[in-house]
């Protein structure tokens, strides 16, 4: 059986993206008389005002942007940027006729920003955007290393402020709430599978931490010299890069190998390299 080509893959899961994008704003979002933060939000806004479809509106305010994309971030990106921005209008008018009913306005929020959160993670996964506030996250992620939930946070803010004046501080709340929402899992989308942590270990049984480490954990571990100077003594630090899930069985380890060794644990964003991601790719190694 043949594989499915790559671009054919990623495409399909712009497109799959672009259905929970669409189905949030469209089944949860509007039905609930809610708002978005980013240019989602202005465009759920100018739809109450106007009553024009919310992708019509997001797919005329998104032209300047792409426009300006197509001279900092290339023509690949913008012909899949536009891609996506198609995909979310077409999503967003599929999904019109089926307006979700919630028990409760918080409800809506936090499944509308689970939704459009995770439909704008996916995309940005495969190197599409769904535009609007997208283009602006990813530029600043790949140019300074500011996270997308950062980046979204300051300009949701401007949005929600509007919002806040324009229709009052009960649907401003709500608002925050989904927009809150949907950067976190935009964050956690794009960076949380690579996300780990770095331990940097001082034992005077280091030989044998590396090795309970490197049988029980899977991991490798970095041998170098370290001098105190507090003691004066000279003593190993082990350099050990581990997943979220493994700091625990980690510091059992090296609890019943020395119990007096010092351990320090630092978040790491991204890590790449044997046994986590490849460098230039998001599949694991």
């Given at each position: 059986?043949?594989?499915?080509?790559?671009?054919?893959?990623?495409?399909?899961?712009?497109?799959?993206?672009?259905?929970?994008?669409?189905?949030?704003?469209?089944?949860?979002?509007?039905?609930?008389?809610?708002?978005?933060?980013?240019?989602?939000?202005?465009?759920?806004?100018?739809?109450?005002?106007?009553?024009?479809?919310?992708?019509?509106?997001?797919?005329?305010?998104?032209?300047?942007?792409?426009?300006?994309?197509?001279?900092t971030q290339g023509l690949r990106f913008v012909w899949r940027t536009g891609v996506?921005?198609?995909?979310?209008?077409?999503?967003?008018?599929?999904?019109?006729?089926?307006?979700?009913?919630?028990?409760?306005?918080?409800?809506?929020?936090?499944?509308?920003?689970l939704c459009v959160g995770a439909g704008i993670g996916g995309m940005l996964r495969?190197?599409?955007?769904?535009?609007?506030?997208?283009?602006?996250?990813?530029?600043?992620?790949?140019?300074?290393?500011?996270?997308?939930?950062?980046?979204?946070?300051?300009s949701d803010m401007v949005v929600l402020g509007t919002i806040a004046v324009w229709?009052?501080?009960?649907?401003?709340?709500?608002?925050?709430?989904?927009?809150?929402?949907?950067?976190?899992?935009?964050?956690?989308?794009?960076?949380?599978?690579?996300?780990?942590?770095?331990?940097?270990?001082?034992?005077?049984?280091?030989?044998?931490?590396?090795?309970?480490?490197?049988?029980?954990?899977?991991?490798?571990?970095?041998?170098?010299?370290?001098?105190?100077?507090?003691?004066?003594?000279?003593?190993?630090?082990?350099?050990?890069?581990?997943?979220?899930?493994?700091?625990?069985?980690?510091?059992?380890?090296?609890?019943?190998?020395?119990?007096?060794?010092?351990?320090?644990?630092?978040?790491?964003?991204?890590?790449?390299?044997?046994?986590?991601?490849?460098?230039?790719?998001?599949?694991?190694?």
């Open positions: 059986m043949r594989r499915v080509p790559l671009w054919l893959r990623a495409y399909l899961q712009m497109a799959a993206a672009s259905a929970l994008v669409g189905f949030g704003i469209s089944s949860l979002i509007v039905p609930a008389r809610l708002a978005d933060g980013g240019l989602i939000g202005v465009s759920i806004a100018l739809h109450y005002l106007t009553h024009l479809g919310v992708g019509t509106l997001y797919t005329a305010m998104n032209v300047p942007l792409l426009a300006w994309a197509w001279r996506g921005v198609a995909m979310v209008s077409l999503a967003s008018a599929a999904f019109a006729p089926l307006r979700l009913s919630l028990p409760s306005t918080l409800l809506a929020a936090l499944y509308g920003g495969v190197g599409g955007s769904t535009g609007g506030t997208d283009i602006l996250a990813r530029h600043l992620y790949r140019s300074r290393g500011i996270s997308y939930s950062h980046t979204y946070l300051v229709v009052g501080l009960p649907a401003a709340m709500y608002a925050w709430i989904t927009t809150n929402v949907a950067g976190r899992v935009v964050s956690y989308v794009v960076e949380g599978a690579r996300r780990g942590r770095l331990a940097l270990i001082i034992t005077h049984e280091a030989t044998e931490v590396s090795r309970r480490v490197s049988r029980e954990l899977s991991r490798g571990a970095t041998r170098l010299r370290g001098h105190g100077t507090w003691t004066g003594e000279e003593r190993p630090l082990l350099l050990v890069a581990v997943a979220d899930r493994q700091v625990v069985r980690l510091r059992t380890i090296v609890a019943e190998v020395d119990p007096r060794a010092f351990v320090v644990l630092l978040p790491a964003t991204e890590v790449f390299g044997e046994g986590f991601f490849t460098l230039g790719g998001d599949g694991q190694t």
